[in-house]
């Protein structure tokens, strides 16, 4: 997964968002990114995407976004995110976070109280945290 770039990228984009406190959403003008990366930047977190990752980091942040094969990073608390298509790498680093997956290649938490749902063929799993729940969707 790369993850350097876009880090640094969700990084400034959420200390611009704390700074900023005056505006709470970017236009896709000031969204563009040199990389191609998109950041949008809202009340509950910043949101990076490319063709490549697509990076979440925040607090109560609810997102769906459709995957093509992507790596996915949600990196925060009490996020509920959705993932239609096949996603590649995905990472989940915080708490109480509830994700779900259509497809996906492998599924790595890093975290406590995390639910992660999936479907399709078994992902390569790995649970770092404690008290997560990983499952097949019904």
Known sequence: MTRHPLALLALAAALTAGLGACSSHTS??????????????????????????????????????ACTGQDVQVTGSNCKCTFTGTCGEVTIVGADNEVSLENVTSITLMGSNNTVTWRGKEPEISNIGTDNQITRAK
């Open 28 to 65: 896709d003008s000031e969204s563009e990114a040199d990389s191609g990366a998109s950041v949008e930047a809202g009340d509950g977190g910043v949101v990076v995407h490319d063709d490549e990752d697509v990076i979440i980091t925040g607090d109560e942040v609810v997102e769906t976004r």
